[in-house]
């Protein structure tokens, strides 16, 4: 795939880990001079999974692999990745993979083609078995759970319990489903934990970002996730807010809960740099990406408080989190504040898009 991409891998990959002393390092993976990427995932024995939302003219793959000797491979295969085709048997508009404890891949399609209306039978999720490079698993979600204008964002995958917990971004609410009987159910969708809070802006690099809709900052409702599986904790974030929030699992799994029980067991917990991804990290605490600091910060339940961990100017809206092998954090770069969309239809983008990983203390 190298007609559409150059991808660098870093000779700095192989440098030992920081002490806990030194400031975090930011280490190139990969980079793309016009496919703006925003998942990544990593599987235990160091395979490295992107994904490219359908976002603008220049989108020509969704998903892919990164191998060794700088190409991308299609995944699982082209055909997925094809334009065309039954909308149920390939990649619409991807916004996210990610690799379970078990070391199988899910992809999470929310179907909507440069986030407008959704494509029918487009919306969901698949397992993809590693071992094979074949998919295994199709949840697909009817509009009872993927409204027309919905944007499924982020997913996590409980493996002790066998669900899914994704975030809805475009309507706002989160959306569980169990993965033994492919059933999803359409939660907190009137709650104001999974909406964009009132009169917020977003404003990164000195550029402040505005839809042309409302001349505000684009309404991005619940995004980031977060599970804390040993505690059964889920945490989630609206994009275009500053409250970090909280619920158990195991009342999001509690189909017998009205929506105002439901709503009762949310918890307000602290206020944070506006994040996009968020990632599960050591002792309970959450990792988020800060957009406006360009940067990553670090939620500690235990205290309360939020520190901002790593600040590094080619952190240009750091979007996805993940872990990698060896204790390895991986982030990508979207710039989604400089897209056309936000800036009176030019382009205020720079390639390339990149591919990160570093080490915290």
Not at 44 to 69: C, Q, T, Y
Not at 140 to 151: I, K, L, N, Q, T
């Amino acid at each position: 795939m190298k007609a559409f991409t150059s991808l660098l891998i870093s000779a700095a990959l192989a440098a030992p880990l920081a002490s806990a002393q030194e400031k975090p390092v930011l280490r190139e993976v990969a980079s793309f001079p016009s496919q703006q990427v925003t998942g990544v995932a990593v599987s235990k024995n160091g395979r490295v999974f992107v994904n490219f939302p359908f976002w603008s003219d220049e989108h020509v793959i969704s998903v892919a692999e990164l191998l060794s000797d700088g190409t991308l491979k299609p995944y699982p295969d082209a055909i997925w990745n094809a334009k065309e085709g039954a909308p149920q048997f390939r990649w619409v508009c991807v916004q996210s993979v990610v690799v379970d404890d078990t070391d199988a891949l899910w992809v999470l399609d929310p179907a909507a083609p440069k986030t407008e209306k959704i494509v029918p039978r487009g919306p969901k999720l698949v397992k993809i078995d590693l071992h094979t490079n074949k998919p295994v698993q199709t949840i697909s979600f009817d509009e009872s759970v993927a409204p027309g204008h919905s944007y499924l964002n982020d997913v996590r995958i409980d493996t002790e319990f066998g669900y899914a917990y994704m975030t809805e971004s475009g309507e706002g609410a989160l959306v569980v489903a169990d993965l033994k009987t492919g059933k999803a159910r359409r939660l907190l969708a009137g709650h104001p934990s999974t909406k964009a809070e009132a009169d917020v802006s977003v404003t990164v690099e000195g550029l402040k970002v505005i839809d042309p809709k409302t001349g505000k900052a684009p309404a991005i409702k619940a995004d980031g996730i977060a599970l804390d599986e040993l505690a059964g904790w889920l945490y989630y974030h609206p994009l275009a807010g500053a409250t970090l929030y909280r619920i158990k699992t195991s009342f999001l799994r509690d189909a017998g809960l009205s929506e105002e029980e439901l709503a009762a067991k949310v918890e307000k917990l602290a206020t944070t740099p506006k994040p996009d991804g968020m990632l599960e990290g050591p002792e309970g605490t959450v990792y988020l990406t800060a957009i406006e600091e360009n940067g990553i910060a670090r939620y500690n339940p235990g205290t309360g408080k939020t520190t901002l961990v790593m600040q590094d100017p080619r952190l240009k809206w750091p979007d996805t989190l993940a872990h990698g092998p060896d204790g390895w954090l991986y982030v990508t770069t979207s710039q989604i504040h400089r897209m056309p969309k936000y800036h009176g239809g030019k382009s205020m983008q720079e390639g390339p898009f990149h591919v990160f990983r570093l080490k915290l203390p």
